[in-house]
């Protein structure tokens, strides 16, 4: 009787922990990379007789693939979004999907969007290349602001959007307005913050918009041409959230049109992408490889989490992070 577990499309689970040894002791430990665009039908029979899958964020766990495989008993996310799992159809074929809580990455992720916005506010990377490229006495034209005096919007205030608004308040005395129907006004305002009754009201006020939503059909391309229209001029937006949070035609309409400032990003739609993505060719774009949780810390406490969810599934025990358990549950099927 052998319990397989599948490492899809993840280079980074086990990197720098014990984690993939420590599964070894649970059962047999493939590694497995497909296509992003890979069908349901295909994926259900490459992970034929696979009973868990630590899952990145690309491909799709689509409903073809539930009704296809029917032996995987959990999916979980090495990663707090689970917008690539159609967790409707998990439930109904029952199947549980767990990700990692969000408080695992909540520094890592908190830090890199600090990173980004003073990066794109001091303008870093233009002056950086500006000197690469021998044009140190142009120094004057890179000209920025101060947090202290700018309106920071913060779109979704769970976990890493509440942590980026403490360090924005305590470190740098800025004034930060949220905006989050699913959280209560007194939380936001205990915590310092402006409450925004609309996403419309966040928007026209901020000089920085940073992203902190989920992914869902609501939230999908809510940065869009209309959004865009009721910004400040010079805007700078600053996304490490979900790529498709953002309509990337529009912003790059917009980055011509010169209304946004600068735009630094974590997460692009339709990522990984290569050298000749149309964002890459402005100056005042920054965009990094989707790195918000790389960091020691967070990784050892991803890998953790991915872990302590698959042990405790097999003892019976409460998951962590639980996305969705179905209450008919699918048997675990080892032969």
């Given at each position: ?136 006495h142009e120094r004057a034209k890179y000209v920025g602001k101060e947090l202290p005096s700018l309106t920071i919007g913060v779109v979704g205030f769970g976990n890493i959007g509440s942590r980026v608004a403490a360090i924005l308040i305590n470190g740098f005395n800025s004034k930060v307005i949220v905006y989050d129907p699913y959280v209560p006004r007194a939380y936001v305002e205990r915590l310092g913050c402006v ?103 967070s990784l050892v406490g991803m890998d953790e989490a991915v872990v302590e969810a698959i042990d405790n599934y097999l003892n019976n025990k409460p998951i962590d992070g639980i996305v969705i358990m179905p ?9």
């Amino acid at each position: 009787m052998v319990i397989k577990i599948a490492i899809v499309n993840s280079k980074s689970f086990g990197a720098y922990t014990n984690a993939v040894d420590r599964l070894r002791r649970v059962g047999e430990i493939i590694r497995i990379d497909v296509p992003r665009d890979i069908s349901g039908t295909e994926l259900a029979e490459k992970l034929k007789g696979v009973h868990f899958i630590v899952a990145s964020v690309t491909p799709f766990y689509t409903r073809e693939f539930f009704e296809n495989n029917k032996d995987v008993v959990m999916i979980v996310r090495h990663g707090i979004g689970y917008d690539n799992i159609d967790v409707k159809a998990a439930e109904e074929h029952g199947v549980i999907v767990a990700r990692v809580p969000g408080w695992r990455e909540r520094e890592a992720v908190a830090e890199l969007t600090i990173a980004l916005m003073l990066a794109a506010i001091r303008r870093v990377v233009e002056s950086s290349n500006s000197v690469r490229a021998g044009k140190w006495h142009e120094r004057a034209k890179y000209v920025g602001k101060e947090l202290p005096s700018l309106t920071i919007g913060v779109v979704g205030f769970g976990n890493i959007g509440s942590r980026v608004a403490a360090i924005l308040i305590n470190g740098f005395n800025s004034k930060v307005i949220v905006y989050d129907p699913y959280v209560p006004r007194a939380y936001v305002e205990r915590l310092g913050c402006v409450y925004a009754e609309s996403v419309d009201e966040l928007l026209a006020q901020s000089d920085v918009i940073t992203l902190h939503a989920i992914l869902t059909d609501e939230t999908r391309h809510m940065i869009n041409r209309e959004a865009f229209e009721k910004m400040k001029d010079g805007v700078i937006i600053v996304n490490t959230a979900r790529g498709e949070l953002i309509d990337t035609q529009a912003l790059i309409e917009y980055i011509e049109k010169g209304k946004i400032a600068a735009a630094a990003l974590d997460v692009i739609e339709g990522e990984p992408i290569d050298e000749k993505h149309p964002l890459l060719k402005y100056q005042n774009v920054i965009v990094t490889p989707h790195i918000g949780a790389y960091t020691y810390e967070s990784l050892v406490g991803m890998d953790e989490a991915v872990v302590e969810a698959i042990d405790n599934y097999l003892n019976n025990k409460p998951i962590d992070g639980i996305v969705i358990m179905p209450r008919e549950r699918r048997a675990l099927r080892v032969n």
